[in-house]
């Protein structure tokens, strides 16, 4: 167990790794929430604290299983976002595989390695202990000002649920960042989203985080919302803070910082501001980073930690999202393979290799629509990935 305090409150809370595991697996879904996979994160922490002291103290029964995890039990402590390296970047599935194989290669002893295996472990046996369906929500705040937000991987099953929240998505991270929890969980067939529920320490960060579970207890079945304190007030408050209609966004840039990099992002960029093509973003080893592109900033960087230097987010139509819907339904993905310059990689049904020379007429956000997300370009190809379930046995018992 460890004691946590936050800024935005006078309240210290004890927590270990797992703060509440509640009803029948049998009876309905079950629901994973991960809060502090970061350790400078703490407001996902207290939010499922006050969840679990309700559920319990109201006696209020769930039709399915809620349990809250800690994800960096260890960084939490000391309040930093990680100790050695970033834990919600090693969930690869080659870094999976060498973990179940136990060919992590002498990193076993590293502190983030070790909370990955626990963490692991604790899912996996949630995963051989419940009969389904798994929604798994990994909670997160920003360093920047920010309204909440939902972050997914672009698949049909997560926009779903995701849509079903009362705010923003953003669509197509895993076009820009390997290895976090969410993309793993895809990878095994679970529907999985991350919620940015605003600044760090901020008091808002913690209702925002509270009223989302609320929300998604209620999405999944496993409570109405009417028998929740405050009702179908979690739903109203949390649509307020959207300060209008929900919109869907897609990420179109990230900057990396390299290692050993001096990157300072200018002052005052708050989550979805509207920037223009040419307006000063950043400062990264004396050179100044523009906008390529009139859009908005994405989690630009206030903090010492971490390589994502910021993103750049376009607004996507309702239209293009039902458009997409209807042509992965009927698996129109296959015509791609059927266009000069597009072939099948190796061995590989779910990639397709685009030599850029021969199929230039092809925009990426063809192959967007179609479910396919670029994850490498090498000379003049490019590598596209169509998400799918790869590697339930991941997951499996031994």
């Known amino acids: 167990m460890i004691q946590l305090s936050i800024d935005a409150t006078d309240e210290k809370i004890e927590v270990g790794r797992v703060i509440g595991d509640v009803g029948d697996p049998n009876e309905g879904p079950t629901v994973v929430v991960i809060g502090g996979m970061h350790g400078n994160e703490h407001s996902g922490v207290f939010a499922l604290h006050k969840i679990f002291e309700i559920l319990e103290k109201d006696q209020l029964k769930t039709k399915g299983r809620l349990i809250g995890l800690v994800g960096n039990l260890k960084a939490l402590e000391q309040r930093k976002r990680f100790l050695s390296r970033d834990l919600n970047r090693l969930w690869t599935v080659d870094n999976m595989l060498r973990l179940v194989q136990n060919k992590l290669n002498g990193t076993a002893d590293d502190p983030e390695i070790k909370e990955q295996v626990i963490l692991y ?37 997560n926009r779903t649920f995701a849509l079903d929240m009362p705010t923003h998505v953003i669509i197509g991270i895993e076009e820009f960042i390997d290895g976090p929890l969410l993309s793993f969980m895809n990878e095994v067939g679970h529907v999985s989203i991350g919620f940015e529920a605003g600044q760090h320490d901020e008091l808002s960060s913690i209702e925002n985080a509270y009223d989302l579970v609320w929300n998604a207890m209620h999405v999944t079945g496993l409570l109405d919302l009417e028998l929740a304190p405050r009702g179908k007030e979690h739903y109203t408050r949390l649509k307020r803070s959207m300060e209008g209609e929900q919109m869907i966004f897609e990420v179109r840039e990230r900057f990396e910082v390299q290692p050993k990099s001096s990157f300072t992002m200018k002052p005052g960029f708050i ?6 093509k040419g307006e000063l973003l950043a400062e990264c080893d004396g050179k100044e980073l523009l906008a390529k592109e009139n859009g908005r900033v994405f989690m630009p960087l206030y903090q010492t930690q971490g390589v994502d230097g910021y993103f750049l987010i376009g607004k996507v139509s309702k239209f293009w999202l039902g458009l997409s819907s209807v042509l992965r339904k009927t698996r129109s993905e296959r015509i791609l393979r059927l266009l000069p310059g597009v072939r099948k990689m190796d061995k590989d049904s779910h990639t397709l ?46």
């Open 121 to 157: 472990e604790r899912i996996r046996n949630i995963i051989n202990s419940s009969n389904g369906p798994f929604y798994f929500i990994d909670l997160h705040t920003t360093s920047a000002e920010s309204m909440p937000f939902v972050v997914i991987n672009d698949t049909l099953s």
């Open 271 to 276: 989550n979805f501001q509207k920037i223009h």
């Open 353 to 398: 290799v685009v030599d850029r020379r021969v199929a230039a007429f092809l925009a990426t956000e063809i192959f967007h629509i179609l479910g396919y997300r670029r994850k490498k370009v090498a000379g003049t190809k490019m590598f596209f990935i169509r998400r799918s379930i790869n590697h339930p046995e991941l997951l499996s018992k031994n």
